[in-house]
């Protein structure tokens, strides 16, 4: 009969002793021993189960920390872990992978989304011959809750007989498979927001303002995601072909550790599609807004060409009148026929003239229509032009065929 031991019992309805599915404490111990049973405990120090960890066939200890870049290496130190091998995985940001032979540590990222907040915590997971320490900050979700409640059965899974190598392999792989599926169900809030800022940029009532902000926080919690990602893939990198002396040299085992380096790799490609479809919708926006402004440019050009007209207009007599105004030429009231006939002509002319010389120009095309339909305007006036160049060019053929 397999026997079960805990730090905290209860009864139920009929009197039979029961174990709590919570473990909350800053540390927790599941261990697999020679005898067949399974040992399960938290509590505030890894002291009361140092002794379940020197008789165990495989263990895995968890413990979480409020102040990780103070506590984790401290944490580490307790369990027999070189400072030398935890502080490099600790304080350095790109350092992912240490193995010292007979001790070994990898860091992992786990990733934590609050709409376009995406947060990476680390998380150590430091293995000797017989048991895994996984260190991480408390702030990450309820994963490892979720492992501590099932530790006894994935460790059931795991043959006694089996060599001390393939034991570590698979508790790691567990492990690591809880990490990145929980990882990979953040990818999935990330695609809910990003839907509703897609209703938004449909919206053509949403200001502009707010747009440009929400698309980049989108994009930048997607570069955030990916380099989480790239780093479970390194991860994977150092793993998959068994090199260091604590991980197996299965070949089954570390198949399933290079299925594991596909599926992130396949959420890396989801990442960047998403990545892309942002892209495309910054490009989409950007093309709304110079049509905006090439819609405010032809409502000015308007204005410029009437001013011009009414400018000329007013301009051209007001010359002739300041000329003639002068005593050289002497007018009198007689001469008022004629002068108004003058003025009157020369304005009628000028505002003509001006007026073709506008159009000549084309700043009144398509002032009277949307983008859109100066667009559509355009395409017919664009063929006949082609027309008319391929009509010149076949004139100018047909000579030099005759010639010849």
């Keep these: 009969m397999e026997e079960i031991k805990n730090n905290a019992v209860s009864a139920n309805s009929t009197g039979q002793a029961v174990e709590p599915d919570i473990y909350t ?5 599941a261990a697999l021993l020679p005898s067949g049973t399974t040992y399960r405990k938290d509590a505030e120090s890894p002291e009361s189960f140092r002794d379940i960890l020197n008789d165990a066939v495989i263990a895995w200890v968890d413990c979480w920390t409020d102040d990780f870049d103070k506590n984790a290496i401290d944490a580490a130190v307790q369990l027999g872990f070189s400072k030398e091998m935890v502080g490099p995985l600790v304080s350095q940001t790109l350092e992912n992978y240490q193995d010292f032979g007979v001790e070994m540590g990898i860091k992992m990222a ?29 702030s990450i979700d309820r994963r490892f809750m979720r492992l501590r409640r099932y530790a006894n059965a994935f460790l059931k899974k795991i043959p006694i007989a089996a060599v001390p190598e393939d034991r570590i392999t698979m508790l790691l792989l567990r492990i690591t498979d809880e990490t990145n599926e929980r990882n990979f169900e953040h990818l999935r809030q990330i695609e809910d927001y990003s839907d509703e800022l897609n209703k938004d940029m449909m919206d053509p009532a949403t200001p502009r303002e707010t747009l440009g902000p929400k698309i980049y926080e989108m994009k930048h919690a997607l570069v955030v995601y990916l380099n989480a990602l790239w780093q479970t893939v390194d991860v994977f990198h150092a793993l998959r072909y068994g090199d260091a ?8 085992l570390l198949h399933r550790m290079s ?12 990442a960047e599609h998403m990545s892309d479809v942002m892209a495309s919708g910054l490009e989409v926006l950007q093309t709304i807004y110079n049509n905006q402004l090439q819609a405010l440019n032809n409502r000015l050009a308007r204005v410029m060409a ?31 026929w004629w002068y108004i006939v003058l003025l009157a002509g020369s304005t009628i002319i000028s505002t003509y003239l001006v007026w073709l010389w506008v159009r000549k120009l084309g700043w009144t095309r398509g002032m009277d229509v949307s983008v859109k339909e100066f667009g559509k305007a355009a395409g017919p006036a664009a063929q006949k032009r082609s027309v008319r160049k391929r009509i010149k060019v076949k004139k100018r053929q047909r000579p030099a065929a005759a010639s010849q």
């Design 110 to 138: 786990s990733v934590q989304v609050k709409q376009f907040d995406v947060t990476i915590h680390p998380l150590l997971l430091l293995i000797n011959k017989t048991f895994i320490l996984t260190i991480h900050p408390r």
């Design 245 to 252: 002396d604590l991980i197996t040299d299965n070949v089954r």
């Design 306 to 336: 009437y001013l011009t007209v009414a400018g000329t207009a007013l301009l051209v007599p007001n010359t002739i009148a300041t000329i003639m105004s002068s005593s050289a030429f002497d007018l009198q009231t007689e001469d008022m």
């Design 25 to 29: 404490r800053h540390w927790f111990c």
């Design 259 to 270: 299925l594991q380096a596909d599926d992130v790799n396949h959420q890396i490609s989801l």
